[in-house]
């Protein structure tokens, strides 16, 4: 979460070379995942990733405003 959030403030403060600012929204949610083999070729390469945790971290980046970071409720809870 700590890393969500330094990476959120970090590049909020970056200003591009036309001077538009950047942004980035981040999804966090913890569980189990399966990684799997490379898929693609050349500089396409990707692991297969499966599990709710990465589907649910996509949904949470998609409401996250920008520079925002959105967390899983079961994840606040767990400390």
Do not use: F, W, Y
Not at 45 to 51: S, W
Not at 57 to 79: D, F, M, P
């Amino acid at each position: 979460m700590r890393a969500g959030l330094s990476i959120a403030e970090a590049v909020c403060e970056i200003t591009a070379l036309d001077g538009s600012a950047l942004g980035v929204r981040v999804g966090i949610s913890t569980g189990i995942v399966v990684v799997g083999d490379l898929l693609g070729s050349g500089e396409s390469h990707e692991r297969g990733v499966v599990g709710d945790s990465p589907n649910l971290a996509a949904r949470l980046q998609g409401i996250a405003k920008r520079c925002g970071v959105v967390i899983a409720e079961a994840r606040q809870q767990r400390r």
